[in-house]
């Protein structure tokens, strides 16, 4: 068969059909709807080793059976679930979808299912057009704000962000000395999963826990070795530490209010002290990569941005620190090591 010389054709010739790419691209939400839906229902959790029909799972989750099954057959097809013999069993993909599983993703799924992230999504013609975030011309008073009003959400939230760390944080772990330290801050740590972590590889360290009032609340990992601070790092004063961890703060803000957060720590911090960022770090090339997802979740929901090294190097250097050195944790995320000067 004599082939036409178009891009389209060439692009069939070597495998991908641009066809497909567009259509599998523009669909691509119905399965992320689907995953959302399962993980709100708790299929995962119906469902244990022995598989199940569709039947038998909507009667225990609430769910219409046609429709249940027919959302699990989409997503077995993107090796979530299995179908065995016209029943539903686990892939491996979707026992991490129980609230049991030690390396539970539910509240990540669910987390992009949320009304805050989902319905700003629909809005992301707004950031397109203006270079603003779209989420505050749904809901005004911004994902913070909302959190501290909507207890389930937050703790959905913080849930996820303890479950997309978990990889970073063995990253971080396994590239960084921390047993140097007296005293190490986890500035917007969240829950304290990382603190607590690098806290039982530096045993001789101590902690700071600094993040707004409502997670502080909810975080139950004081120790006599983990304290909690809670504030607003643009108006309250930090601790005195001589390590601070900052993980994901930066990339949720744009320039400016980033160079305000990184003036306030180097305030509190002592000369000497070290400013560890850990960031995924926008690659040079041109490839599919993690951060290019995050960086669009940054601008549509926060206005914020992902940064690559040198962005990064920058906002440090204008905020009274001296860049060291940017470390890849081969775990999807580099720490950024600077010294307050
Ligand atoms: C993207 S999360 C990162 C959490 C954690 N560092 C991690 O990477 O898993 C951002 C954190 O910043 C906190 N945060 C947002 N605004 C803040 C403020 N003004 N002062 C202190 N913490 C803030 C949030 O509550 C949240 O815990």
């Avoid at 539910?106 to 629909?122: E, L, Q, T």
């Avoid at 983990?226 to 390590?243: H, T, V």
């Avoid at 003036?263 to 599919?288: F, H, Q, T, Y």
């Amino acid at each position: 068969m004599e082939t036409k010389e178009t891009p389209e054709a060439r692009a069939v010739e070597n495998g991908a059909n641009p066809f497909d790419t567009l259509w599998n691209m523009a669909t691509g939400y119905c399965v992320s709807r689907c995953l959302h839906t399962v993980a709100d229902l708790g299929i995962a959790d119906a469902l244990d080793d022995s598989p199940r029909t569709a039947d038998d799972l909507a009667d225990s989750v609430g769910a219409d059976a046609d429709a249940l099954s027919r959302i699990l057959r989409l997503l077995a097809s993107h090796g979530v679930f299995e179908v065995r013999g016209g029943m539903f069993g686990h892939s491996e993909a979707s026992r991490m979808l129980r609230e049991d599983h030690p390396r539970s993703m539910r509240d990540h799924a669910r987390m992009w299912g949320m009304p805050v992230f989902w319905r700003s999504f629909d809005a992301m013609g707004h950031s397109a057009r203006t270079g603003f975030p779209a989420m505050p011309e749904v809901f005004p008073e911004g994902l913070w704000a909302r959190f501290a009003e909507h207890p389930e959400e937050a703790r959905v939230f913080n849930g996820a962000m303890v479950a997309k760390a978990r990889g970073a944080i063995m990253g971080v772990l396994a590239s960084y000395d921390f047993s140097n330290f007296h005293t190490i801050g986890d500035i917007g740590g969240g829950s304290g999963h990382l603190l607590r972590a690098v806290l039982d590889a530096a045993p001789e360290a101590r902690g700071v826990l600094f993040d707004l009032p409502h997670v502080i609340e909810e975080a139950s990992v004081a120790s006599e070795r983990l304290s909690l601070r809670a504030g607003d790092f643009f108006r309250d004063e930090l601790p005195e530490c001589d390590a601070y961890l900052l993980m994901e703060i930066i990339h949720d803000w744009d320039d400016e209010k980033s160079v305000a957060i990184l003036r306030a720590v180097r305030k509190a911090a002592p000369a000497g002290a070290k400013v560890l960022l850990v960031e995924s770090i926008v690659p040079d090339d041109s490839g599919p990569d993690r951060s290019k997802t995050l960086d669009i979740v940054m601008l549509t929901l926060l206005g914020g941005k992902q940064r690559t090294q040198k962005e990064y190097e920058e906002l440090l250097e204008k905020s009274g620190f001296a860049f060291r050195r940017e470390i890849d944790t081969g775990a999807g995320v580099s720490i950024l090591e600077a010294e307050a000067v």
